[in-house]
């Protein structure tokens, strides 16, 4: 398995054979149904969660959204609620899915590298520990493309099935330096991508991914011709853009787009 849009493609096409059955399947359909991408013990079990989550039941597979139902409403130790501000339709499964996030180990820097060093030189049995160890980072990436026009559980899901097939690719290769820079430009492509494609449905012609073009041919531009990076002001000059959009848009770049210091940050 290592055509991430074609595993995504197929994933989104289970979920749809299951609803059509309804929204059962059986974990011998579900192997069948994948049996050309090779998957592991461990990345069939992924599979499930994610069919999970999109309310899909899996005969045999422990369901996590019916375990987390009986602690719904469980208030924190520090008795505070820790999705203040959510929107109803959001808060009761981010609620629950974060309580259970809080019960996953926590690891060092040092342990993450660790890690990530042994998925770099092929070890499989590490791949759903990195998983797990990311998903924390995955809800917070999330949380930056709220509000766009895609609910937050929809991001969620999708940013942790594109963390699956991230990880799989990067198992083995040996040319990737960073892994971390590597889980989270894939993350926030795939994110870019669901908001972009809700504002083209809304008929949108200026869609996220228009616009960190439009400003990256820009910062090329200006830089050949004034032999330095524009700053945020010169790029919202050019691009007829506001400073905000300008700030928001090299951030979802994942420092892909440089710009210039302002004279008062010097």
């Known amino acids: 398995m290592r055509d991430q849009n074609e595993f995504m493609k197929q994933m989104l096409e289970l979920v749809e054979l299951a609803k059509a ?57 520090e008795g505070a609620d820790p999705d203040a501000g959510l929107n109803t339709e959001d808060s009761k ?37 990195v998983i797990e160890s990311y998903l924390k980072r995955v809800v917070t990436l999330a949380g930056k493309y709220k509000n766009r026009g895609v609910p937050l559980e929809d991001l969620i899901q999708e940013g942790n099935l594109t963390l699956i097939t991230a990880v799989d690719m990067l198992c083995g290769n040996t040319d990737v330096v960073d892994v971390k820079k590597e889980l989270d430009r894939s ?44 700053t945020v002001a010169e790029l919202a000059e050019y691009t007829k853009m506001t400073e905000e959009e300008i700030r928001m848009y090299v951030e979802l770049s994942l420092e892909e787009i440089k710009v210039g210091k302002e004279t008062n940050e010097l």
């Not at 989550?53 to 959204?65: D, F, Q």
């Not at 083209?200 to 041919?217: D, F, M, P, V």
């Open 21 to 77: 059955n309804d929204s059962r399947i059986t974990k011998e359909e579900v192997n069948g149904f994948c049996s050309d991408l090779e998957l592991t013990a461990s990345q069939l079990k992924l599979v499930y969660d994610f069919l999970d989550e999109h309310n899909i039941e899996v005969a045999g597979h422990k369901s996590k959204k019916k375990a987390a139902k009986k602690t719904d409403g469980f208030q924190t130790s």
């Open 93 to 129: 499964y981010i609620r629950v899915y974060r309580q259970e996030l809080r019960g996953l180990p926590e690891y060092s820097e040092e342990e993450r590298n660790q890690l990530y060093d042994k998925l770099l030189s092929g070890d499989e049995t590490v791949m759903h520990t």
């Open 187 to 230: 993350i926030r492509a795939r994110l870019i991508e669901l908001a972009d494609s809700q504002m083209e449905s809304r008929g949108q012609e200026n869609t996220i991914l228009a616009k960190t073009n439009l400003i990256h041919e820009a910062t090329k531009v200006l830089a050949e011709e004034w032999g330095r990076l524009a």
